[in-house]
């Protein structure tokens, strides 16, 4: 884990970058917007909801459902038809809780019903085709590009709100599942931002005034982080934690989760017993089963761990 802050001149590459950002046109999203166009960068924006003025007038806007495949698939047409390439992609778009399980609720014979499933259908489901459609398009970049997603301080907390905290939880899933697909195997880095509270139109006032001044960050500070992992191009598979104005990388260094929870479970890097040295094992078998066509069932099972672990 390693603790830094983010001085405007870390974030001037941007400049001339081409970012498509989903909910642009409220909270995070539109801060993010704002950020990038501060700094020379170029959005195209999407949302249920128009963007507010002056945007409005000034950048490119598509109105998504993220939950329609077709909505992004158009999404990702007009951002290319409008500026020639697509360098960034902020999957961002989210909604509050939906439901917690604990429903008592029935149809008309009495029985219990299934849960509503908007939340996870916004924040997992659409992030997840944004996620494809980036990987589709940004791989054609011969410079490459990178990918953020909207977790959250609900990805690792238990956090009470069981669908926003499970969709999220799963967000953090894809950081780490497509880590080992994309940089450098494809020019593409791919990372997520964990905010802590953050005065935006998902957290109700009452919270906010609950809170106290202080004790949440504006929508900048977190916008700030998304614009950090674009434009520094060292930076893949990273959560950025932000919580009143400060930033931590959650993921690596000796005090990150993947090194603490090695020391946890008392196997040293790459060990037998490790989930690396079995991943490395998996790997190895995947190759070796690509070579001979008998174990070609074998092979389908594991082609997508092949290379994924060297
Ligand atoms: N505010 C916080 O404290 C906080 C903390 C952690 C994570 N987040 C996450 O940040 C992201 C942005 O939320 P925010 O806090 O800026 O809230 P917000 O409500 O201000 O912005 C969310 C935007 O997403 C749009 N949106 C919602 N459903 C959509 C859909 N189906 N298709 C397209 N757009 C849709 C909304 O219209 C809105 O413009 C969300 O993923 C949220 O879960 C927020």
Same mark, same amino acid.
């Given at each position: 884990m390693t603790s830094f802050e983010i001085p405007d001149s870390e974030l001037a590459s941007i400049k001339d970058q081409v970012v498509i950002i989903t909910g642009a046109s409220s909270g995070i999203g539109?801060?993010?917007?704002?950020?990038?166009?501060?700094?020379?960068?170029?959005?195209f924006a999407s949302d249920l909801n128009p963007l507010p003025e002056p945007e409005k007038s000034s950048v490119p806007f598509l109105k998504v459902d993220v939950t *329609?495949?077709?909505?992004?698939?158009?999404?990702?047409?007009? $951002? /290319?038809?409008?500026?020639?390439?697509? @360098?960034?992609?902020?999957?961002? $778009?989210?909604?509050? &809780?939906?439901?917690?399980?604990?429903? @008592?609720?029935?149809?008309?014979?009495? @029985?219990?019903?299934? &849960?509503k499933l908007n939340t996870v259908?916004?924040?997992?489901?659409?992030?997840?085709?944004?996620?494809?459609?980036?990987?589709?398009h940004l791989k054609k970049n011969s410079h490459g590009g990178s990918i953020v997603m909207t977790a959250s301080a609900s990805s690792f907390a238990r956090f009470p709100a069981?669908?926003?905290?499970?969709?999220?939880? $799963?967000?953090?899933?894809?950081?780490?599942?497509?880590?080992?697909?994309?940089?450098?195997?494809?020019?593409?880095?791919?990372? $997520?931002?964990?905010?802590?509270?953050?005065?935006?139109?998902?957290?109700?006032?009452?919270?906010?005034a609950a809170l106290g001044k202080g004790n949440y960050q504006s929508a900048d500070v977190v916008a700030r982080s998304v614009t950090l992992l674009m434009a520094d191009a060292t930076r893949h598979? /990273?959560?950025?934690? *932000? @919580?009143?104005?400060?930033?931590?990388?959650l993921e690596n260094g000796e005090m990150g989760y993947h090194a603490v929870t090695r020391r946890m479970l008392g196997v040293g890097d790459g060990g037998e017993m490790s989930e690396t040295g079995v991943l490395k094992k998996l790997s190895k078998l995947a190759a070796e089963a690509g070579a001979d066509r008998e174990k070609e069932g074998v092979n389908k099972g594991l082609d997508s761990l092949k290379g994924v672990v060297e």
């Open positions: 539109l801060a993010t917007l704002r950020r990038i166009i501060k700094h020379g960068g170029k959005v *329609s495949w077709k909505d992004q698939v158009e999404l990702f047409k007009a $951002a /290319e038809k409008e500026y020639g390439t697509i @360098d960034h992609v902020f999957a961002n $778009a989210g909604i509050g &809780p939906t439901v917690t399980l604990l429903e @008592d609720d029935v149809d008309e014979n009495g @029985d219990l019903l299934p &849960p259908n916004v924040n997992l489901l659409g992030c997840m085709y944004t996620v494809k459609l980036a990987i589709f069981t669908d926003y905290t499970t969709a999220k939880h $799963a967000v953090l899933g894809l950081l780490r599942s497509l880590h080992g697909h994309l940089y450098p195997k494809l020019p593409i880095r791919i990372n $997520a931002i964990a905010p802590s509270w953050t005065e935006t139109a998902i957290v109700p006032r009452e919270v906010i598979g /990273e959560l950025v934690y *932000s @919580d009143c104005g400060k930033f931590k990388d």
